[in-house]
């Protein structure tokens, strides 16, 4: 059974820094393409961030490129996302993703990935 568990969301002031975890079990890690992507309320579920299994590369949706950085640990089946500069547009649920596995491609459509976590919430307030 594939689990996807994220952590390390909260409430935090505009200009400021979190870091999200997310921790996997039941899949083999390395060979799974992960995502971030993130929920705001009365919106679509959009890309933020994800990084490929084989190469390692990251990619990054306009609205979070120079302030986010994926990253990941395939010892510890984890993968991160480190969020600074904070802005209060940043507010949402932000949610685990696993595409995989061996997935030639990165996509940024939420329909292709294969397992999900519950969602953290991520409170920016100015």
């Known amino acids: 059974q594939v689990q996807l568990v994220e952590s390390g969301g909260g409430s935090v002031q505009a200009g400021a820094s979190l870091r999200l975890s997310c921790a996997a079990s039941g899949l083999t890690f390395s060979s799974y393409t992960m995502g971030w992507f993130r929920q705001a309320p009365g919106k679509e579920r959009e890309f933020a961030a994800a990084?490929?299994?084989?190469?390692?590369?990251?990619y990054y949706a306009d609205s979070v490129k120079g302030r986010f950085t994926i990253s990941r640990d395939n010892a510890k089946k984890t993968v991160f996302l480190q969020m600074n500069s904070l802005k209060t547009e940043d507010t949402a649920v932000y949610y685990c993703?696993?595409?995989?596995?061996?997935?030639?491609?990165?996509?940024?459509?939420?329909?292709?990935?294969?397992?999900w976590g519950q969602g953290t919430q991520v409170t920016v307030s100015s």
């Open positions: 993703a696993a595409h995989g596995p061996y997935a030639p491609r990165m996509v940024r459509d939420a329909g292709a990935y294969d397992y």
């Open positions: 990084i490929k299994w084989n190469t390692g590369k990251p």
